[in-house]
């Protein structure tokens, strides 16, 4: 029986009429998915037999461009095993698009807590599958959700808001600090934790928006950044946008591991993160920077 990397391989020789060309575990294809006149596509395979692809090319298409392309299902990158752990998804929402088995949820709610749209984390994050999903409420459905935030004109279909939004506005109102990190897994990891507010923006680092500043009027802001250069600059440009409209706004550091989730998950406490930087201290602290 042929594995997924043949039959990934034999199929784009099929479609560009190409033969990819490399090592036992690594080729370079003609990325079907774009006008490629030089193979820019990479074609990978782990111990585990799970096809990687990455396209290097100008559009860098995305692994489910070259699958359509290539009219094979995304489940055609992972061995038998892994396909067989997934039920078929058109049928259960505990399913994501690739077919696997959702590890989280995360859904993000407006200030009435009506869902706007969720985050699904697939279990095999990691191992040759996208990781995250977003979807949005779709009552046309069978499953009640479209996995995309975007319309068919390609614009946004949903409104972006920070993560756990009732509860940011709860704690800005009742004068409770408000903690910011980078992911949801870092958020829930914080809530665990008595008397914490956390939330995060949507899509990762990198991805906060100007217009979610209004909800952060006169809070109280501790930004946990991760411990990276994509960490550091998220943190600044949070900085950047809260510095009008917060009352005070602190940036700390996992003291253990690279993230908030890490630093819980060592044994450290919400109290003994590294400070870093004071922007805007609370206003009744005299501040020695």
């Known amino acids: ?20 060309r490399g090592s ?20 990978g395979v782990g111990g585990d037999n799970v096809v990687k692809l990455k396209c290097h090319g100008g559009p860098k298409c995305s692994t489910e461009a070259v699958m359509s392309a290539l009219d094979l ?11 067989n752990q997934a039920g078929p998804h058109s049928t259960s929402d505990l399913w994501m698009p690739c077919k696997h088995d959702k590890a989280a949820e995360y859904l993000y709610r407006d200030h009435d807590g009506t869902v706007l749209y969720g985050v699904a984390r697939c279990r095999l994050k990691g191992n040759g599958c996208q990781g995250f999903r977003q979807w949005r409420p779709d009552p ?5 959700r479209r996995w995309s935030l975007y ?16 509860e940011v506005l709860a704690a800005v109102r009742e004068e409770r600090v408000v903690m910011i990190c980078e992911g949801e897994k870092d958020v829930e990891a914080l809530r665990a934790r008595p008397y914490i507010t956390a939330t995060c923006n949507p899509m990762g680092a990198g991805k906060w928006r100007p ?3 209004e909800y952060f009027h006169g809070a109280d802001v501790s930004i946990v950044a991760d411990r990276d250069e994509p960490g550091r600059k998220h943190a600044t440009e949070v900085v950047n946008q809260l510095m009008p409209v917060a009352r005070s ?8 591991g690279k993230d908030a989730a890490d630093h819980l998950a060592a044994g450290g406490t919400t109290g003994d993160f590294t400070p870093v930087w004071e922007p805007k201290p609370y206003p009744n602290e005299e501040y020695y920077g």
């Open 211 to 213: 217009e979610f500043a």
């Open 249 to 256: 706004i602190y940036v700390i550091q996992a003291t253990h």
């Open 1 to 20: 029986m042929s594995t997924p990397f043949a039959r990934v391989l034999q199929r784009l020789y099929e479609v560009t009429g190409h033969a990819p």
């Open 24 to 43: 036992a575990t690594q080729k370079s294809a003609i990325c079907p998915a774009h006008d490629d006149r030089h193979p820019s596509l990479s074609v």
């Open 73 to 83: 299902p995304m489940s055609a990158l992972w061995p038998a095993d892994l396909q």
């Open 151 to 166: 319309g068919d004109d390609g614009h946004l279909a949903v409104k972006l808001v920070p993560y756990r939004l009732p």
């Open 140 to 144: 046309s459905k069978h499953s009640g």
